[in-house]
Every structure is written in structure tokens, then in C-alpha cells.
């Protein structure tokens, strides 16, 4: 069952594996392309990573929903007849190996691109298809370490912290799809494919954001600030009687508001406190005014009290919060697959919201490996 | 000065502020397309946020470098026909305000697309144009406590932690960009725009990886485990006698590598860590054993022995020492801007690297508020 979308007229050909090539292709699928899994005879990976229910991994069904799949040996010859069968009608060709994989089994972008000069073929590698790192193993963990986001992010004089899901892959997925996106564009008045080339440290370095700036500028090498701002105060998250709350006041009127709302207006006109520099320059003294008053009473409270006064605020949801926020479920960010081995399954929907098509409650179900063979050969 | 690229013929009618959808019309502006970038006559806000280089501000700088500026008052008669004209010639528009302040300005998606059929309208909003929050105000902070990333990131038993750049917001403007993207793909078909609506929160539910799955399939809620990966072990930051390593060793191979290369080869037949599974259970014995070992020499000597034998590895960069990766400037990750008052900034790159295009190691200037009138009108 295909979604619907912009590109419900094409034909992905998907050999990725994990998790930065899989979401790529689950974003396409998403937008409404088939996508046909070719994977080895022994199947993806990730099939068995956990977590499982009955058996079958739940990791891997959340990112190749809706996939068909196809094994295939790109080593033996009536394998690759196939695979090329394949090649001849797809438009996109997608593959996270190790760079020099493809080109191993005499798949070259050249070779490629002569005999399917429609084909858009993207790579998504740790660390891209040139440089002298190109060939090294990389995995998010490692990316995340050499990319620079762990070295702001964490507390202050703590142990190193990594970003809590695999951001390097998922951006680098994300990069991926829109180089796709636009070679799809840019081929409808040329005719001719592309190769997209995508490395998960480059992204790193496209979502540092102030980062760089900040050292540029300063000199000073950035360093991790718990949950605050660099230069904006209060922004943060604080203690409150049961838990936290992030409050995100980024101006003076915003300041006004959050003093009169917890009845601490004398702040505003504490010399410490009176322009966002100052603020951020006393900003542990600031924080501890601030708490004084919030753990006096709920997180639910100060929501309720700070939403009135149109204080930036939010509590910090865990995953089974989350899932339960009205909003998220208002958007269709929850979506189902119906499995016959997991039963109905809860995944991540689609957060590109399009007007020209159906946002669908539910994905199509997760194939076992060769399950498609019939539909596809 | 426009890179070029497959959006190269592509103009971009651009009211977005600050910081997710400035990055997603830079995305455009790599990707070649023309970007005009319509300012209220007091100008961007994020013109006013330090860090700044002789008084000019290098965070406006590095996500709005290429683009053109015009001012314009959508509140005046005159203004909005300046405006009307533009989106005559436009492919896209893309705006952050939020929800309701387009239609108050009498411009809602309906008119729009009545008006100009062919126009892409993409919004990008901290919670979407719909649901019971789409007009609350949001800011990344926000976003990343409601969005379930903050509570699975950072040390256990510590303060919440952000992650360190404002993911919220860029990962916000990535999907908004493989919407803008797709839309254009499809117009090529029906010669209709559609409209492209991005919220930042239901962007956080979609990066969240296997937290979900994990969820559901276990009932436990997951939360911040620090580095370390929650279900393969040995992957994690390590001691070494000056700083840290990553060490990614995920299966029993690499696992052995990791042992014969550090000399504690004992450890791979020690009862505790014959599994993945039980290397897991007893992540915290294990992480004490390597460290023993670890802490006796320095990151770098770690670093050439692991990377002889094949174990993937990665130093900690700090943003310093990121920027000078020979990976990071093989792949020209850092380009610079020339610019009259700031001199020459060295700002992040384009990580989507294609074949059919130069990958530019410039970028046009940055303007000042309305500094390009005359080109535009």
C-alpha cells in the first residue's frame, strides 16, 4: 500500500541498511514513492535489532513500513540481471554502503548514469565519497563525537553527553532527501539524473547553528551549557515543586510578564536582572531568584499560570507524555501499521503536512525479507 | 550572487524570521535558487543577535548570506502591491510567522492559490498551522522539552540537558525544505502549487529514532543514558588519560578487535561479556574494565592503535578543533562570505554535494535591510 503524495509516480530502488539510507527512503515513501528493499539474502541488519515484539523487530518496522522487499546477491550473475531489470525502470537509486562498495561490484556513478541517464543516484556515508576519512567505518556515535555537537551539549563539568537518538543519521537522511527532491525537480527540464553525495559529519557541521559564529567571533571555543541559552536569559528549564518547566522569556516585555505572572515583579527592577546582557551575565543568580518561587508549587501550575500571562513555557515530556500530547495526536504525528506478527503498531507519522494530499492514519505493513518478490520481478 | 544549482531558475519570495525558516530559504539558496528576503522595515530580529563582528550580526550573517532584501510593510496599501507583484513572478513562499498572522494580513492560503495557482506556500510554525496549540508561541527550548528529545538526553540522575544547537528549528527547516522540494517535482505535473505546512514539535516526534519503539515494546520509559547507546555495548565515550574516545564497537568481532588492540584480550572470554546482550546488562563493569586501560595513555595513541585495527573510533571535537578536520575542509564544509563590514566570515557549507554542480567556496554577501530595492522592484 503506497501513501498518496508527490512523487506517488516514482520508483525508488533502496539498497540502504540501519538507519540513514532506511530513513531516507521511509521520507520518499512518505511523500508517496514505491519503494522496492533490495536486500541481501540474509536481510538488512537491522532486522535484528531490538527492541521485539513476537519476534520481530519493532526498530525496523518503525523506519521500512510500507517497503517491499526483494533479496538479491549483487555478486551473482542472475541476481544482478534482475537488480539492473530494476535499475532500467526506477528513478532513484538509493545506497548507505561504505564508499567503494558499489564500485566493487562494478557499479560505478559513471557506468550508471551512461546506461540509465535518468536515474538519480544518492549516497549517504559517514563521512561522504571523497576526503581522507572517506573510507573509515562511522557510526552516529562517532559522528556525533567528531561533529562537534557533544562538545555543546551536556552539563557543565559533566561527563561527555550524546544526543539522545541518532541525529547524525537522521540529519544526514534528511539532507538527502531534499538533494533528491531537487534532482527530481532539475531532471524534468534536463532528463538527466544526478548522483547526490551526503556524508553525516557535513551535516554535523550544516547544524551547529551559532556554534561557529559564537568562536568565530569570540575566540572562545563553545562549551555545553546544561539547558540554557548562550545569550539569552531566562531560557532554560527550572525546578519546579515536582519537576521542571522550560520557560523561554527572550526579551524585556517577556521578563515583565514572567515577574508579574510568579509575583516577582521586584525583579525587573533588580539591577542584576534589568537588560538581557545583564541577565545573561548573572544568569545562575537570576536562576536561583527564579527557583525560589517555582518550587514552591507544580510544574501544571506554572504552565497554567505562565500560559495566561503569554509566557513562553512548556513542560518536559517523556515519551510516554508525548505520545499523549493533544496536539501531537490533533497533527497525525501518531500513525499505526497493521503487522500480522506485531499486531497494530504505533510509529512516527509524517511531518510534512502537504494541502494537495490525505495525510493517512496508517502506513503499509513491514514485509518480511523476499515477501515481494512476485510483485517486483 | 546566487550558487548554482537545480533550483537555479527557482525565485523564492522569503518572510521568514530568525531561525527555522531563514535555514530552510538558505537550504533553497544553496541548492541555487534566488532568494528574496522580505523584511518589515524595522528589519529580522535576528539582525540584533550577538555574536557580532563589528556590530554587525554573524548569526543573521551565516543563515541569511545570498539573500536579497527589500523592506516592506504588508500593512500599507503600496507595500502589499510590491508584494502582490512579487508573488506574480514567485515559485515559492515561505513564512514563520505564526499561525493566523497571514490571514490576518488578508492573505490566506485559499486567496493565494487562487490568485497565483502555480505558488508553493510553505509555513513553518512551532506547532503547525492546526491543533489545539497551533497558536501558542514557541521557541526551540520549548519544542525540545514538549518533543521528548530532552528527556532522553544527557548524564541520568542529572538536570535536564538541551541538545546544544536549536535542532527545533533545523529540523523543522529540513523537512520543510524536502516539502518545498517535492511540491516543485510535483507542479512539473499539474501546474498547481500546494501548500506546505511544518510544525517544529511534530518534527521532534519524527527524529526520535527507536525511543518510541522501545517504549511500546517494553512499557519503560526511556530516559537519558548519557553517551552511551541503550542496546549495543561497548559504544560509549571512554576516559583516556587526557580526555575522551568514542569507541563504537558493535558486534562480537569488533568487540574482539577492541580487546586484542587495547591488550586485554582476557576480556573477551570473561563470563560478563560473551554477548552483546550481556555486555549490556553489564555496561557499567565493563565500561570501569576498558577504562583501566584507557586512562594509561592519551586519545591520540588510542585513536592510531583502534584505527589500525579496524574498530570505529572518534576523538570529541571541540568547535575548534571540528574546523580543522581535514575531512571537514577536503569536503569544503567551510566556505566564507566576503563581506564589507564583517571582512571575510567563515560560515558552514552545503552538505548536499551533487554531481551535476560546482560546490562553490563562497557565498554571496550579506545584505542590509532593504539594500537590494532597486533590483527587486
Redesign the interface.
Known amino acids: 500500500m503506497n501513501t498518496e503524495?508527490?512523487?506517488s509516480?516514482i520508483l525508488v530502488i533502496d539498497l540502504t541498511r540501519v538507519?540513514a539510507g532506511p530513513y531516507c527512503t521511509m521520507?520518499l515513501s512518505d511523500?508517496g514513492a514505491r519503494v522496492i528493499k533490495v536486500e541481501p539474502p540474509e536481510g538488512d541488519d537491522s532486522r535484528h535489532?531490538?527492541?521485539?515484539?513476537n519476534g520481530k523487530s519493532?526498530?525496523f518496522?518503525?523506519i521500512n513500513r510500507g517497503k517491499e522487499s526483494i533479496a538479491l546477491d549483487l555478486k551473482i550473475d542472475k541476481d544482478r540481471e534482475i537488480f539492473e531489470q530494476l535499475l532500467e525502470k526506477a528513478d532513484i537509486l538509493v545506497e548507505n554502503y561504505r564508499p567503494g562498495t558499489m564500485e566493487k561490484l562494478d557499479y560505478t556513478?559513471e557506468e550508471l548514469?551512461e546506461r540509465y541517464p535518468r536515474l538519480i543516484y544518492a549516497s549517504v556515508s559517514g563521512?561522504?565519497?571523497?576526503?581522507?576519512?572517506?573510507k573509515?567505518?562511522?557510526?552516529d556515535?562517532?559522528?556525533?563525537?567528531?561533529?562537534?555537537?557533544?562538545?555543546?551539549?551536556?552539563?557543565p563539568e559533566?561527563?561527555?553527553?550524546?544526543?539522545?537518538?541518532?541525529?547524525g543519521?537522521?540529519?544526514?537522511a534528511?539532507?538527502?532527501?531534499?538533494?533528491i527532491?531537487?534532482?527530481?525537480?532539475?531532471r524534468?527540464?534536463?532528463g538527466?539524473g544526478?548522483?547526490?553525495?551526503?556524508?553525516m559529519?557535513?551535516?554535523q557541521?550544516?547544524?551547529?547553528?551559532?556554534?561557529?559564529?559564537?568562536?568565530?567571533?569570540?575566540g572562545e571555543?563553545?562549551r555545553?551549557?546544561?539547558?540554557?541559552?548562550p545569550?539569552i536569559t531566562p531560557?532554560?528549564?527550572y525546578k519546579t515543586l515536582d519537576a521542571?518547566i522550560?520557560i523561554?522569556a527572550?526579551n524585556d516585555a517577556l521578563f515583565n510578564k514572567l515577574c508579574v505572572a510568579i509575583e516577582r515583579s521586584d525583579l525587573t527592577t533588580n539591577a542584576l536582572f534589568l537588560t538581557n546582557h545583564l541577565r545573561t551575565e548573572h544568569v545562575i543568580a537570576l536562576k536561583a531568584e527564579l527557583e525560589i518561587v517555582l518550587t514552591t508549587k507544580k510544574t501544571e501550575h506554572w504552565l497554567k499560570i505562565l500560559?495566561e500571562a503569554?509566557v513562553?513555557?512548556?513542560?518536559?515530556?517523556?515519551?510516554?507524555q508525548?505520545?499523549n500530547?493533544?496536539?501531537?495526536l490533533?497533527?497525525n504525528?501518531?500513525v499505526t501499521i497493521d503487522d500480522p506478527v506485531v499486531g497494530t503498531?504505533?510509529?512516527?507519522?509524517?511531518?510534512?503536512?502537504?494541502?494537495?494530499?490525505h495525510d493517512p492514519s496508517t502506513r503499509g505493513s513491514v514485509s518480511e525479507i523476499n515477501e515481494n518478490r512476485e510483485d517486483i520481478v
Open positions: 503524495g508527490p512523487l509516480e538507519l521520507v511523500l535489532f531490538g527492541p521485539f515484539i519493532v526498530y518496522a518503525s556513478w548514469h563521512f561522504g565519497q571523497t576526503g581522507p576519512y572517506s573509515l567505518p562511522a557510526y556515535m562517532v559522528i556525533q563525537g567528531m561533529g562537534g555537537i557533544m562538545s555543546i551539549t551536556g552539563q559533566c561527563e561527555p553527553t550524546r544526543v539522545g537518538s541518532s541525529i543519521d537522521i540529519t544526514a534528511l539532507f538527502t532527501s531534499i538533494g527532491n531537487a534532482a527530481l525537480y532539475h524534468q527540464t534536463t538527466k544526478m548522483k547526490v553525495d551526503v556524508g559529519l557535513d551535516c557541521v550544516a547544524i551547529l547553528e551559532n556554534a561557529i559564529g559564537r568562536y568565530l567571533a569570540s571555543i563553545p555545553p551549557l546544561g539547558s540554557r541559552h545569550s531560557f532554560d528549564a521542571h522550560i523561554a527572550g500560559g503569554g513562553p513555557s512548556g513542560p518536559i515530556n517523556n515519551i510516554e508525548l505520545l500530547e493533544p496536539q501531537i490533533a497533527r504525528m501518531i503498531l504505533k510509529i512516527a507519522g509524517n511531518p510534512i503536512k502537504l494541502s494537495a494530499f
